[in-house]
Protein backbone atom coordinates (compact mmCIF):
# COMPACT_ATOMS: atom_id res chain seq x y z
CA UNK A 1 0.00 0.00 0.00
CA UNK A 2 1.31 3.31 -0.65
CA UNK A 3 2.15 5.71 1.49
CA UNK A 4 3.35 9.05 2.23
CA UNK A 5 4.49 10.71 5.57
CA UNK A 6 5.12 14.50 5.74
CA UNK A 7 6.79 16.64 7.93
CA UNK A 8 8.46 19.49 8.45
CA UNK A 9 5.80 21.66 9.80
CA UNK A 10 5.29 23.89 12.35
CA UNK A 11 4.64 27.10 14.12
CA UNK A 12 6.55 30.08 12.39
CA UNK A 13 6.21 33.94 12.37
CA UNK A 14 4.39 35.56 9.55
CA UNK A 15 7.35 36.49 7.05
CA UNK A 16 9.36 33.32 8.27
CA UNK A 17 10.35 30.06 6.29
CA UNK A 18 9.32 26.29 6.70
CA UNK A 19 10.57 23.25 4.30
CA UNK A 20 8.30 20.24 4.23
CA UNK A 21 9.09 17.24 3.24
CA UNK A 22 6.96 14.15 2.20
CA UNK A 23 8.79 10.49 1.66
CA UNK A 24 6.28 8.05 -0.99
CA UNK A 25 7.00 4.59 -0.25
CA UNK A 26 5.89 4.53 -3.70
CA UNK A 27 6.91 2.62 -6.55
CA UNK A 28 8.13 3.80 -10.01
CA UNK A 29 8.27 7.38 -8.04
CA UNK A 30 10.94 8.79 -10.58
CA UNK A 31 7.88 8.17 -12.95
CA UNK A 32 4.95 9.67 -11.17
CA UNK A 33 4.43 13.81 -11.26
CA UNK A 34 3.87 14.44 -7.39
CA UNK A 35 1.66 17.51 -5.65
CA UNK A 36 2.00 19.35 -2.80
CA UNK A 37 -1.91 20.53 -1.49
CA UNK A 38 -3.06 22.07 1.97
CA UNK A 39 -6.28 22.06 3.76
CA UNK A 40 -7.58 25.20 5.84
CA UNK A 41 -10.05 24.44 8.96
CA UNK A 42 -13.57 24.67 7.41
CA UNK A 43 -11.86 25.06 3.61
CA UNK A 44 -11.48 22.73 0.91
CA UNK A 45 -8.42 20.79 0.38
CA UNK A 46 -6.76 23.17 -2.59
CA UNK A 47 -3.66 22.47 -4.87
CA UNK A 48 -0.68 24.22 -3.78
CA UNK A 49 2.15 23.07 -6.56
CA UNK A 50 3.01 20.06 -8.73
CA UNK A 51 6.12 19.36 -10.24
CA UNK A 52 6.18 16.44 -12.93
CA UNK A 53 8.80 13.49 -13.41
CA UNK A 54 10.92 15.75 -16.08
CA UNK A 55 10.81 18.47 -12.75
CA UNK A 56 8.54 20.94 -14.67
CA UNK A 57 6.54 22.64 -11.79
CA UNK A 58 3.48 24.87 -11.09
CA UNK A 59 1.94 26.68 -8.58
CA UNK A 60 -1.29 28.08 -7.62
CA UNK A 61 -1.49 31.89 -7.72
CA UNK A 62 -1.55 32.45 -3.92
CA UNK A 63 1.73 30.86 -3.31
CA UNK A 64 3.51 31.62 -6.52
CA UNK A 65 7.07 33.53 -6.19
CA UNK A 66 7.29 32.54 -2.13
CA UNK A 67 6.76 28.40 -2.46
CA UNK A 68 9.25 26.05 -4.24
CA UNK A 69 8.63 22.19 -4.93
CA UNK A 70 11.49 19.93 -5.56
CA UNK A 71 11.95 16.82 -5.95
CA UNK A 72 15.04 13.97 -4.97
CA UNK A 73 14.18 10.55 -7.27
CA UNK A 74 16.74 9.00 -5.47
CA UNK A 75 15.25 9.32 -1.65
CA UNK A 76 11.64 8.87 -2.92
CA UNK A 77 10.95 12.79 -1.52
CA UNK A 78 9.34 15.37 -2.30
CA UNK A 79 9.82 19.05 -1.00
CA UNK A 80 8.19 22.41 -0.48
CA UNK A 81 10.31 25.06 0.27
CA UNK A 82 8.00 28.08 1.81
CA UNK A 83 9.37 31.90 2.30
CA UNK A 84 7.59 34.85 2.89
CA UNK A 85 4.74 32.86 5.17
CA UNK A 86 1.48 34.45 5.78
CA UNK A 87 -1.37 33.55 8.25
CA UNK A 88 -2.89 32.39 5.18
CA UNK A 89 -0.87 29.93 4.55
CA UNK A 90 -2.20 28.01 7.55
CA UNK A 91 -3.23 24.68 7.07
CA UNK A 92 -3.11 21.01 7.27
CA UNK A 93 -0.46 20.36 4.34
CA UNK A 94 -0.44 16.65 2.62
CA UNK A 95 1.84 15.03 -0.69
CA UNK A 96 -0.02 12.62 -3.50
CA UNK A 97 1.05 11.29 -6.37
CA UNK A 98 -0.96 12.94 -9.25
CA UNK A 99 -2.39 13.13 -12.64
CA UNK A 100 -1.70 16.11 -14.57
CA UNK A 101 -4.24 16.63 -17.18
CA UNK A 102 -6.84 19.13 -17.81
CA UNK A 103 -7.32 18.98 -14.27
CA UNK A 104 -4.92 17.64 -12.10
CA UNK A 105 -6.32 14.55 -9.98
CA UNK A 106 -5.08 12.92 -6.58
CA UNK A 107 -3.98 9.30 -7.24
CA UNK A 108 -3.62 7.88 -3.87
CA UNK A 109 -5.11 8.06 -0.45
CA UNK A 110 -4.01 10.64 1.90
CA UNK A 111 -1.46 10.44 4.75
CA UNK A 112 -1.66 12.39 8.23
CA UNK A 113 -0.62 15.67 6.76
CA UNK A 114 1.88 18.17 8.43
CA UNK A 115 1.13 21.15 10.29
CA UNK A 116 1.79 24.82 9.16
CA UNK A 117 0.36 27.33 11.27
CA UNK A 118 1.52 30.99 10.56
CA UNK A 119 0.94 33.69 13.30
CA UNK A 120 0.61 37.09 12.56
Known amino acids: QVQFVESGGGLVQAGGSLRLSCAASLSMFSNSAMGWYRQAPDKQRELVAT???????NYADSVKGRFTISRDNAKNTVYLQMNSLKPEDTALYYC??????????????WGQGTQVTVSS
Open 96 to 109: NAVMITAATIPLRS
Open 51 to 57: ITRGGST
